[in-house]
C-alpha cells in the first residue's frame, strides 16, 4: 500500500518516518507547499510537487497541516476518493466540523481522526480498573511551545483527555454539566457526570511536562502516567492505627504490566489495517466532533485575549 503525508511539520515527520519503518508499505510520499519542510523526509519519503500529484500516488494519506487548513485539504483528499487520517482537532470550528461531517457521509472511504492518546496503552487499562470511579483527574501541562499558533489550549492539549473522558470513560452518557475557567494557555474543567466527577486541566505555560491520568473509587485509588505508561492501583489499608503518636497505615500497592508502545505506531498501523479491512477507524469523524463541541463549551468559560 502506498501511502502519503500532507504537511511535514514536526507531527507530519513523525508520521513520514513510522510509515517508513512499517511492514505493508510500499512508496510513501510527502507533500508541503513549504519545500523546505518537505525535503527534510526526503531520507524517507518521495516528494511531490502537488497536492493533486501525491493523491494520483497513494491508496491513504495522513493529513498533518496546521489546523486552520485542516477543513479544506480534507475536503479535497475525501472528494478524490482517497482515505485519510486527519491530525486532531479534526477541523478548526464546529462549523467547519458539520460541513466535513456532511461531505463524508455515504462515502464507501475510512476517514479517522489523531486522538493519538487512544492508542497510548494506560488507556486500556486504567478503563478497565475504573469501571464506574466516583472521581476522574487527568492533567496534561506543557511548556509553552512555538509550535502551535491557531489554538488555544483546549484544542490543543485538553482535547485528548476530553476524548478520554467523554468517548472512552464515559461513552455515550449524556447527562453531565460542564464547568471550566482560565486563558487560552491554562485551562481546569469540571464534568460533572451522575455519581462522579471529573477533572482536566491543561497548561502550556508549565516549567515541567507531566501528563497524568488519576482515579479514585471506594475500593481503591489508581495512577497512569501517559509519558512513562506505568499503572500503580492503590488498594484500600489494611491497618489504620497509631503508634508512638503517630498516624500509621499500610497500603495494598500493585504495580499493572503494561505493554509499553510507540503509540503513533499502533495508531497508524489501526488506520492501514482499517483501510485493508474497510473498516471504521477507532476515532470517528462523529466523536472528533463532538469533542470539537466540547471544547467550545469549554472556551465560554476562559478569558481568551482578542487579536
Do not use: W
Amino acid at each position: 500500500m502506498d501511502v502519503g503525508v500532507i504537511g511535514v511539520g514536526a507531527m507530519g515527520r513523525n508520521h513520514v518516518r513510522v510509515y517508513s519503518e512499517m511492514k505493508g508499505v510500499g512508496t510513501v510520499y510527502v507533500y508541503d507547499p513549504v519545500s523546505k519542510s518537505a525535503e527534510r523526509s526526503r531520507e524517507f519519503a518521495t516528494i511531490c510537487k502537488s497536492l493533486d500529484e501525491m493523491l494520483n500516488q497513494v491508496d491513504a494519506v495522513s493529513i498533518c497541516v496546521p489546523t486552520r487548513y485542516h477543513f479544506d485539504t480534507a475536503k479535497k483528499v475525501i472528494e478524490a476518493g482517497i482515505n485519510c487520517l486527519i491530525e486532531k482537532p479534526i477541523t478548526l470550528t464546529v462549523e467547519e466540523g458539520l460541513k466535513l461531517a456532511k461531505i463524508i457521509e455515504g462515502k464507501e472511504l475510512v476517514v479517522g481522526v489523531g486522538h493519538i492518546e487512544r492508542f497510548n496503552p494506560i488507556v486500556a487499562e486504567m478503563t478497565k480498573i475504573a469501571q464506574r470511579p466516583d472521581y476522574v483527574s487527568i492533567k496534561r501541562h506543557n511548556p509553552t511551545s512555538s509550535r502551535i499558533t491557531d489554538a488555544s489550549v483546549v484544542e490543543d492539549l485538553m482535547i485528548h483527555d476530553i476524548d478520554i473522558a467523554f468517548n472512552v470513560l464515559f461513552k455515550g452518557e449524556c447527562d453531565c454539566k460542564i464547568f471550566s475557567a482560565g486563558s487560552e494557555n491554562v485551562c481546569e474543567a469540571l464534568a460533572v457526570f451522575p455519581g462522579c466527577v471529573v477533572s482536566i486541566s491543561a497548561s502550556r505555560l508549565s516549567s515541567k511536562k507531566f501528563r497524568t491520568f488519576y482515579v479514585e473509587s471506594e475500593d481503591y485509588t489508581a495512577e497512569g502516567d501517559f509519558m512513562t505508561q506505568e499503572v500503580y492501583i492503590y488498594r484500600k489499608p489494611g491497618k489504620y492505627g497509631l503508634e508512638n503518636e503517630r498516624y500509621t497505615q499500610e497500603n495494598i500497592i500493585e504495580k499493572v504490566l503494561v505493554n509499553k508502545v510507540e503509540p503513533l505506531k499502533v495508531e497508524l498501523k489501526t488506520f492501514l489495517d482499517c483501510v485493508k479491512n474497510k473498516k471504521s477507524f477507532p476515532v470517528t469523524p462523529k466523536e472528533a466532533l463532538k469533542n470539537l463541541q466540547i471544547c467550545e463549551q469549554i472556551k465560554q468559560g476562559l478569558q481568551i485575549k482578542k487579536p
